[in-house]
């Protein structure tokens, strides 16, 4: 079972660079979530989405875009990395009639 | 806004023992979930055990329970017969309404043989 998949697990950039995290889901679940992971401050929401075609910003937006064509799919771009957004990014998901969440490996990026 | 609070940064505890890691939260909300999330060294955050706020009765998984204080607006994580894989950064978690979770800042337990 796949559950939830992020693609890379690893990546460097250069400042200025863009780079597109893909996350993947196969449980059919309505919503996903981006978060990033720093030491000392816990999981931080990016941005979110309730279903396809929707997206939502969460408490720490800015630098970061994101877009849900397909339903399994969820998208974070970065247009132009900052070494500020070198952390591990997780994606998560969760159908509407439960609250628990089901995470993926985690992404890991930095940014020189 | 709600808050999730953490206050144990890192614990330890001998292999066989109990430990019980702290979560205090804060809500004007009545109805809501309660959650504590195992994240081992491989990264990959798991779930422990859930609490729906509206169920007084403590949750219970095999060697994990909480202690559930609603009016303290309390939730602690119990880990009986602690083994050397529970070694892990565990996190507390609040979904109040349909989309957001909050995360404490996390608790790191390392178990010791």
């Given at each position: 079972n796949a559950g939830v998949t992020q693609t890379p697990k690893f990546r460097v950039l250069k400042t200025g660079q863009s780079m597109t995290l893909l996350c993947a889901q196969?449980?059919?679940?309505?919503y996903m979530y981006w978060y990033r992971q720093d030491p000392g401050m816990g999981l931080r929401l990016i941005h979110y989405s309730v279903g396809e075609g929707t997206t939502a910003k969460g408490e720490v937006p800015d630098g970061y875009n994101v877009s849900?064509?397909?339903?399994?799919n969820f998208l974070l771009g970065l247009e132009s990395a900052a070494p500020s957004q070198t952390s591990v990014y997780f994606c998560a998901s969760r159908p509407g009639s439960t609250g628990e969440l089901f995470f993926g490996e985690g992404s890991r990026l930095t940014v020189l | 806004a709600q808050t999730v609070t953490q206050s144990q940064p890192e614990m330890s505890v001998q292999e066989a023992e109990t430990v019980t890691l702290s979560c205090t939260y804060d809500t004007s909300e009545s109805n809501y979930y309660l959650f504590w999330y195992k994240q081992p060294p491989s990264r990959q955050m798991i779930l422990v055990i859930r609490q729906e706020a509206y169920k007084q009765q403590n949750a219970t998984e095999n060697r994990f329970s909480v202690n559930f204080q609603k009016a303290a607006k309390s939730f602690s994580l119990k880990i009986s017969?602690?083994?050397?894989?529970?070694t892990a950064m565990y996190f507390c978690a609040f979904l109040s309404g349909t989309y957001k979770y909050i995360f404490g800042t996390g608790t790191r337990l390392k178990v010791l043989a």
């Open positions: 196969d449980m059919n679940h309505e849900r064509l397909k339903k399994q | 017969d602690s083994q050397l894989g529970d």
